[in-house]
């Protein structure tokens, strides 16, 4: 377990630090772009080296829808290009923001990752009059 943190670890400090690249990409997917269609919207990634990916084969987990009430529900999603996933959501609502593993300790694991085997940070974006706004992890 400690191992593949230090990779990582080293992988980011290599390329960050010392500008030497030792993968492609030394992060996880994060979001480049939302594009809503009908009731469904689309997010397209960066950082994904050769693609996204559904680490365990099941089905993405943990994104989510959250309306101006501040009620919760859980999106469908999926990935339909090397680096675009979709996500829906079976009530009928209004979104005002969609956010993935927006939680400290997301159980069952997260599942998103890019090729080169990094998972997707944790975020939440702010959806209104289409303009999108972002909150990274450490706003929690």
């Given at each position: 377990?400690?191992?593949p943190?230090?990779?990582?670890?080293?992988?980011l400090?290599?390329h960050?630090?010392?500008q030497?690249?030792?993968?492609?990409?030394a992060v996880?997917?994060?979001?480049a772009?939302?594009?809503?269609?009908?009731s469904t919207?689309?997010?397209?990634?960066?950082h994904?080296?050769?693609?996204?990916?559904v680490?365990?084969g099941?089905a993405?987990?943990?994104f989510?829808?959250?309306?101006?009430?501040g009620d919760?529900f859980?999106?469908?999603?999926?990935v339909?290009?090397?680096?675009?996933?979709?996500i829906?959501?079976?009530?009928?609502?209004?979104p005002?923001?969609?956010?993935?593993a927006?939680?400290?300790?997301?159980?069952?694991p997260?599942n998103f990752?890019?090729a080169?085997?990094?998972?997707?940070s944790?975020f939440?974006l702010?959806l209104k009059?289409n303009l999108?706004?972002?909150s990274?992890?450490?706003?929690?």
């Amino acid at each position: 377990l400690k191992k593949p943190v230090g990779e990582r670890l080293a992988d980011l400090a290599l390329h960050q630090t010392y500008q030497k690249v030792s993968k492609v990409v030394a992060v996880g997917p994060t979001v480049a772009s939302v594009e809503q269609k009908g009731s469904t919207w689309l997010l397209t990634f960066d950082h994904c080296d050769g693609g996204v990916m559904v680490r365990d084969g099941d089905a993405l987990k943990h994104f989510e829808f959250e309306d101006a009430s501040g009620d919760v529900f859980k999106a469908d999603a999926e990935v339909i290009g090397a680096n675009v996933v979709k996500i829906s959501c079976r009530q009928k609502l209004s979104p005002t923001a969609v956010r993935y593993a927006w939680m400290p300790y997301p159980e069952p694991p997260v599942n998103f990752f890019n090729a080169a085997g990094y998972p997707a940070s944790p975020f939440q974006l702010h959806l209104k009059n289409n303009l999108v706004t972002s909150s990274a992890a450490t706003s929690q």
